[in-house]
């Protein structure tokens, strides 16, 4: 039997209309010791306190073992161990799942199988944990939205702590349908269920996925695919009057409008839209700004004084400017070191060339 978890994609790609089944079959005893080995091995371990040098041991044995339990379901995620890690641009600490080895193994797997699935599926504008795709170039499709399309107003919106809020059973009927296989779905509810152990006390868990954990990143993406990339494709964008462009990475998007109705048309909706699916609005980080080319003229002949308002995406800070020596409008950037997030800290500095352009 061809376990080659590529296989999937090809299926997805050439059946686009069938559901996937058999998802199972490719937790196989060769693709857990693939993944076993793609791990990083100096990550902080789980509450069971075995590492990876203790599972090299006797690898093959400990890998049969673990397939042997998912062939019959007996199988269970231990807890996640809660650690807290600084917030960017916070005094806050954000709170991180960490996964036993064993749980790791199973959730690197169970996320390619997913990735071949929904990557096919998921719109071109979302950027975060994909493959090929990175924060970079996220600021830089929607910096060049603004200078050359037609967009004057942005919604700058935030979801209230959104891993922890994602509701189960939603999540798992985004799931289904695109799978028809019982025992692959169950396999992840008992991950969304597994619960979390901090400072020796188990809580259970009845909504949200940690921070933390392997298949986390694409459980979000595919919540948020339904939830607001493809409301904003096939609602928002069809009902606007004018021009939209929407741009996401992970829970921090960004969506552009011509005209200030749609804006907050859009503004308004999202409150309800989020809230049909077990998520909130932060209301005193989302705002409707005026950022586009004519803002500073508009200002002017209203006799507003001040600079034009700016907003962050992403660790970067987006401004109206001017070329420096043709004076055309244009958009720079500048770091936010308050708000630069962990996701830009581990990239190079890129921005040199958008700087001067």
Known sequence: ?????????????????????????????????RAFFKLNKRKAIGIDGVTANDYMRDLDANIHNLYERLVHMTYKPLPSRRVYIPKPGSNKKRPLGIPCLEDKIVQHVMAEILNEIYEQMFINESYGFRPKRNCH??????????????????????IKGFFDNIDHEWMIKFLEYRIDDRRFIELINRFLKSGIIENEMYYETDKGTPQGGIISPILANIYLHFVQDL????????????????????DDSQICFQYKDDAERYYYSLIFRLNKFGLEVAENKT?????????????????????????????????????????KFTVKLK????????????????LKHIRHH
């Open 1 to 33: 039997m061809n376990n080659n978890i590529s296989n999937i994609g090809t299926f997805v790609s050439e059946h686009p209309e069938k559901k996937v089944q058999n998802l199972a079959r490719y937790l196989s005893e060769d693709n857990l010791k």
């Open 137 to 158: 170039q996220a600021v830089t499709y929607l910096r060049n939205m603004i200078v050359t399309r037609k967009v004057n107003y942005i919604v700058d919106a935030d």
């Open 231 to 250: 409301w904003v494709e096939k609602i928002v964008k069809p009902k606007s009057r004018g021009e939209v462009y929407y741009v996401r990475y992970a």
């Open 287 to 327: 705002r409707i700004i005026a950022f586009g080319r004519f803002t500073k003229s508009d200002m002017e002949k209203r006799g507003i004084k001040g600079k034009p308002n700016t907003f962050s995406f992403l660790g970067f800070t987006f401004y109206l400017s001017q070329t420096k020596f043709t004076h």
């Open 335 to 350: 770091t936010d070191g308050k708000k630069l997030s962990a996701k830009m800290r581990k990239a190079s500095v890129w």
